[in-house]
């Protein structure tokens, strides 16, 4: 390694899992980290080759929202109350500490400081780890059932929500919905376990029955089809899904998009194949 000084030999601790990590690979570059603890960590980047994607007709679609965070057609779901309960708390704390450290005395000023220090990240460090799961989770589901994964397109969801009036609670807790997160957890883990992961449009999706395609009621979390030859009824997120999982279904069968659906392909930014147009708005 090269320091001020000149180039030092210095032996790294390296455990187990870093070992096997290593082993048979090349590392590309490293970069030497203090941490806060003070103690020095060396993160070393390693390059792989991504498997072939799986080729299945079968499809796992992927409904994301703030009450349940993931709702799978396959009928999983991961709610989302502990991580709003995390976040308010969080909140109230923040706000308080912020409050002491500018009206306290000297002493308290410094010890809100120092504790609002602390706690520096911890919210993001959990919502982090928790969509970590969570896409673990599905993406080991389409493992198992030899399935791609359809997701929903949120792409400036919080633009449009925030021309909605709303109070600050709603609006902080809207601008927390860490939807990008997931996607793109769910992403780069397709892209290592070899899982092919379909970004849609969520038009209509979470409005339109499953099993007839007719529009149908949606209040809060329950959907209710109108039509009186089907009057299907159940979770509205898990509908979604399930009409996610149809249209990824369609992408996935037919590259170049359907005639009878008029869907266009596009890629975006993050290579993800998506729609200029939902299947669903026609029907």
Known sequence: MTLMNGREHIKIDAGNYQRGKLKGRKPTSAQLCK?????????IQIKDEAPE????????GVDFGRRDIAVTSNGDKWDGKQINDVRDKFSRVRSSLQ????KGTRS??????????????????????????ISKSIIQDALKNNAALAIEDLTGIRERTNQKPRNKTERRRS?????YQLRFFLEYKGIQFGVEVIA????????????????GLRSDKRFKCTNEACSW????????????????AVFVNQPRGSNCLCCELSTDSSGLL????????GA
């Open 35 to 43: 941490h806060r603890d003070g103690n020095y960590y060396i993160h």
């Open 53 to 60: 994607p799986i080729k299945s007709t079968n499809v796992i």
């Open 99 to 102: 409050k002491k450290a500018t």
């Open 108 to 133: 308290t000023r410094r010890r809100a400081r120092q504790i609002l220090q602390r706690l520096s990240g911890k919210e993001r460090r959990y919502q982090q780890w928790l969509n970590h799961n």
């Open 175 to 179: 601008n927390s919905w860490s939807f």
């Open 200 to 215: 849609v449009p969520p038009a209509w999706t979470s409005q339109t029955c499953h099993q007839c395609l007719h529009v």
């Open 233 to 248: 009824s159940g979770d509205a997120d898990f509908n979604g899904a399930k009409n996610i999982a149809t249209i990824g």
């Open 274 to 281: 998506k729609s200029l147009r939902s299947p669903l708005a």
